[in-house]
């Protein structure tokens, strides 16, 4: 089976509009790489990228983003509104097929390893990436920022996992990991209280009992007089969207409230939808291999 | 959208094994093609492939494979089980993705014309692509066979659709078309009772007043105790599999009987899955450029 992968690497350079095309060119130029997105935000100062492709292919244009990254960004002169701590702020890799997260682990680890040795980058591991429990959160490595990192990076505790423990002196550091793709699924329900949508996300998610792998919160659609249960599946493999999308209903039913549809934000991988189906068509032995597409996929 | 069909060709060779291996090089070779299986009978004296691949790639090597055919098969001295009319017997092109079937009956007419002209061959176009009628059947346009078809083909409602009115001495002649993929559906009963097996699967296809692009029968699963209502769904993106699978549900419930799963068998193209997980979630405005591996697809 063809192994695939997303990669969302944030660079902090959201304005010159020359290095922007400079840095995401390995992406459109390296087959095997599909880029889907990329935009630039002026007062965040920060461009953010999303490719697909296979793990050799991806690490290969990261590594020459990274490289191109690493040279036309000066951390001195970087101002935004968006934390950050180096040129090439952060790294994930997220598997959509085929690629177990155990492998996109390891290939963080290389490219973290490639980058450090190529470019004397300092470099943290986080997420399913992580060497410590504390590294886990990209916001507690990134704390004190670039600005703050020259005495942080000296202490024992934030030794960098790859690379010299001193920061680079225009890119700064870099973080580098692997976690689950997010999916994006919003249960509407035939309702305007919000109280309610409130109640049943507090039943549905992780912290209040729920379901592990999903996070919840009630919104307001105004325009539509109804709410929603938005919610933000962090390992669809583990907790299904059907999983989510029946709990809705089943808790909305004691207040007597309708689901009346739902949405799915942005990317998702095509595996989310066919376990929905399997489930409710209550598919026996099915397998991935019986999608034609997916056989086409393989050649990659 | 990168376009994708699927193509089965089947060639009157089943026996000798460097002549199979020769026919089917084209459709290793030439890129943006797949070749997902090629099984070869000997009593059937027939080789069965298929693949699935771009329009152009799919017509490439095609038109490669059946040049070989002709070249290497001899239908003069051709015996087997199957019925056959030529060296390169029926070809059907079926759209999987971003392609109607006004462009898969395009397809078959390009790929008909040009191997006519190349190979004196004569052609017949069938199903979709049928000119008239009586032509949408294969098994009508092959009536005769290659023995009889030499004074067939001269009787004018069987002039060939593309190329000359007499038969091509070794090869014979060809039947090309499009037509829709087929899935194939079955779910099962809970019941040993083939009799209700039977009345659901009648009350569900088209023949029976049920559903327009759904062929079903019932069949005895003896080994599980239980009956399926096995269907084949002629047109996944008009009849979609929930309805299917809805229907046998409540045609079953008069019998006091319940669904216990189903079964998917072979290929199918993923949209035939996304159709029923976005039914079942009732999802609002979602597209496939949503999916992940859709996007990669777009390279092809």
């Not at 943290?124 to 942080?152: H, M, Q, S």
């Not at 792998?213 to 599946?233: F, H, P, W």
């Amino acid at each position: 089976m063809a192994q695939i992968l997303e990669c969302i690497p944030n660079f902090s350079e959201g304005q010159d509009e020359e290095k922007i095309e400079k840095i995401v060119q390995p992406f459109k130029d390296i087959s095997g790489v599909k880029l889907l997105d990329y935009s630039a935000d002026k007062d965040h100062n920060r461009l953010v990228v999303t490719m697909i492709g296979s793990p050799d292919a991806l690490k290969k244009s990261v590594l020459e983003a990274m490289e191109i990254a690493v040279d036309l960004i000066d951390m001195n002169e970087h101002a935004g509104e968006h934390p950050r701590m180096g040129a090439v702020d952060v790294v994930p890799f997220t598997p959509v097929r085929g690629v177990t997260m155990e492998e996109a682990v390891e290939l963080a680890n290389e490219v973290a390893q490639e980058a450090s040795e190529k470019m004397e980058l300092p470099i943290y591991l986080y997420e399913e990436a992580a060497t410590t429990p504390e590294r886990k959160n990209l916001a507690d490595i990134r704390r004190g920022e670039f600005e703050g990192f020259a005495d942080k990076i000296q202490q024992p505790e934030w030794k960098p996992d790859y690379g010299p423990a001193e920061l680079h002196s225009t890119a700064g550091a870099s973080v580098i990991g692997a976690r689950m793709p997010l999916v994006a699924f919003n249960v509407n329900l035939d309702t305007d209280d919000l109280e309610i949508a409130n109640e049943i996300a507090r039943k549905v998610r992780h912290s209040g009992g729920g379901l592990r792998y999903c996070k919840a919160i009630g919104i307001d659609l105004n325009e539509r007089g109804i709410t929603q249960v938005s919610m933000n599946m962090t390992d669809y493999t583990k907790t299904a969207l059907y999983q989510s999308y029946e709990m809705v209903k089943f808790e909305a039913e004691r207040y007597g409230v309708d689901v009346i549809g739902s949405e799915l934000i942005g990317l998702l991988p095509a595996q989310a939808l066919f376990d929905v189906a399997e489930y409710y068509l209550g598919v026996e032995d099915f397998s991935g291999d019986q999608i034609m597409e997916n056989r086409l996929l393989e050649e990659l």
